[in-house]
Nanobody, 121 residues
């Protein structure tokens, strides 16, 4: 009923930038909070940044000042601008959205398939 598709991952040098995109589609009534998570092999999934519909943002301490989350509600999209990338930013990045679906008007949590970000010298 609802799909989240991420894009924008890839290989980048230390200090470089990437912009991740996530677009939701399907039987969407409204989207509440949208977030970016990341996970490296052998590590737990980590919240990177989050943003509710009405604005406001929250970031993990490790990315503050370097990453920026933004939304385009008309496109059901959320973005993550990543600057000054470090090797420790290497991970699979996942989009997450709390979405109210049309059929039930109930909220559910949805995940994208993930996109790989690799940072190297």
């Amino acid at each position: 009923q609802v799909q989240l598709v991420e894009s924008g991952g890839g290989l980048v040098q230390v200090g470089g930038s990437l912009r991740l995109s996530c677009t939701a589609s399907g039987s969407i009534f409204s989207i509440n909070r949208m977030s970016w998570y990341r996970q490296s092999p052998g590590k737990q999934r980590e919240l990177v940044a989050t943003m509710p519909t009405g604005g406001g943002t929250n970031y993990a301490d490790s990315v503050k000042g370097r990453f920026t989350i933004s939304r385009d509600n008309a496109k059901n999209a959320v973005y993550l601008q990543m600057n000054s990338l470090k090797p420790e930013d290497t991970a699979v990045y996942y989009c997450n959205a709390e979405i109210v679906i049309v059929t039930t008007h109930r909220s559910y949590s949805y995940w994208g398939q993930g996109t790989q970000v690799t940072v190297s010298s």
